[in-house]
C-alpha cells in the first residue's frame, strides 16, 4: 500500500520537475526571440551608440541656444496658438463622442449578435488603425493645411480608439441587472441605456479624458505637419534655427500638456471617488485650490 503511494509521489514529482524544465526551455526560447528581435531592429535602423557618442560635443554645444526667448513668448501671443492647439483636440474628441459611443455600443456582442457586430467593430478597425496624421493628410485636399484639418483628423481618429475602449468596457459588464430589467418587459434600448450605460458611464468618462489627452498631444503633433497651433510656430522657428524661440513654444506646449492632464487626472479621481451627482458644483468652484493642492504634491 505504502509502496503505491510513494510511486505515485515519484510520478507527481517527476511531472512537476518536467513542467519546470519546458516552463524554463520556453523562457529561454522567449528570451532568444527577444534577443534576436531586438537586434534586428536595432540593424534595421542602423541605429549607433558610437555615433550618438561621436554627435555628443555638437550637441552640448547647441544645448546652449536651447534657452527659451521670453520676449519672442509675448510678441508672437504663444498662448493664443496654444489655445487653438487645445481647441483642435477639443473639438475634435467632442465631435467623435457620439459616432464612437454608438459605434461602441453596436460592436458590443451584448448588444448586436454575431457577426453583425462585426460590421461596427470594423469601421472602428480602420479608424483606429490608420494614425491621425494619416488622416490628416487624407483630408488635406477637404479642407487644406490648417486647424480645421487636424480637427477632422482627430474626430475621425477618436471614433476608432474611443469607441473600442467603450466596446471591451461593455463586454465586461454585469449580467444581473441586464437580466433583471429583462425579466420586468424593458425594450432593448430601455436595458441598453439603463441596464449596460448606467453601469459603465463613470468608465465611459473617464476614457474620454484619457483620450482627450491623447487628442491634445496629437493636435501639437499635426501642427508640425502644418496643421495650425503651437506646433506651426515651433516648426517654422526650428527651420530657420531659431531654436531659442523653438525652445519658448516648446515651453507653452509643456505647460498646456501638464495642466490638461492635471485637470483631467483631478476630474477621473473625483470619479472613482464616487461622490454624489450634486457635487459637480463643488468640484467645478473648489478647481482652483485642487490644482495647487496638485501642485504641492
Do not use: C, H
Not at 488603425?129 to 480637427?151: E, K, Y
Request: net charge negative.
Amino acid at each position: 500500500m505504502s509502496t503505491d503511494a510513494d510511486t505515485a509521489i515519484e510520478q507527481r514529482l517527476e511531472e512537476i520537475r518536467l513542467t519546470r524544465r519546458v516552463r524554463w526551455i520556453m523562457y529561454g526560447l522567449l528570451a532568444v526571440l527577444f534577443a534576436a528581435a531586438l537586434y534586428g531592429s536595432i540593424r534595421l535602423m542602423d541605429f549607433s551608440f558610437s555615433y550618438l557618442y561621436q554627435q555628443w560635443p555638437y550637441f552640448t554645444d547647441q544645448v546652449v541656444n536651447y534657452v527659451p526667448d521670453l520676449e519672442f513668448l509675448i510678441e508672437e501671443n504663444l498662448p493664443l496658438e496654444a489655445g487653438i492647439t487645445l481647441a483642435m483636440g477639443f473639438v475634435g474628441t467632442v465631435f467623435g463622442i457620439p459616432f464612437a459611443l454608438a459605434l461602441g455600443v453596436l460592436g458590443s456582442g451584448r448588444v448586436t449578435p454575431f457577426p453583425f457586430n462585426f460590421i461596427f467593430r470594423s469601421i472602428m478597425a480602420v479608424s483606429r488603425a490608420i494614425p491621425a496624421l494619416v488622416w490628416f493628410f487624407i483630408f488635406i485636399p477637404l479642407s487644406g493645411l490648417g486647424a480645421i484639418t487636424s480637427t477632422i483628423a482627430i474626430f475621425v481618429s477618436t471614433i476608432g480608439n474611443l469607441g473600442r475602449l467603450f466596446t471591451d468596457e461593455l463586454e465586461e459588464i454585469k449580467e444581473g441587472p441586464i437580466e433583471a430589467m429583462e425579466t420586468t418587459g424593458a425594450s432593448k434600448s430601455q436595458t441598453v441605456s439603463f441596464g449596460m450605460l448606467s453601469q459603465v458611464k463613470t468608465s465611459f468618462i473617464a476614457w474620454t479624458l484619457y483620450i482627450f489627452e491623447v487628442n491634445v498631444r496629437q493636435a501639437v503633433t499635426l501642427g508640425l505637419l502644418g496643421g495650425g497651433g503651437i506646433g506651426v510656430v515651433i516648426e517654422v522657428q526650428q527651420g530657420m534655427r531659431a531654436y531659442d524661440n523653438m525652445m519658448a513654444g516648446i515651453l507653452v506646449v509643456f505647460v498646456l500638456i501638464v495642466a490638461v492632464e492635471m485637470v483631467s487626472q483631478r476630474i477621473r479621481s473625483y470619479l472613482r471617488d464616487d461622490e454624489e451627482a450634486d457635487g459637480l458644483i463643488a468640484l467645478i468652484v473648489g478647481f482652483p485650490q485642487r490644482m495647487a493642492e496638485s501642485a504641492v504634491k
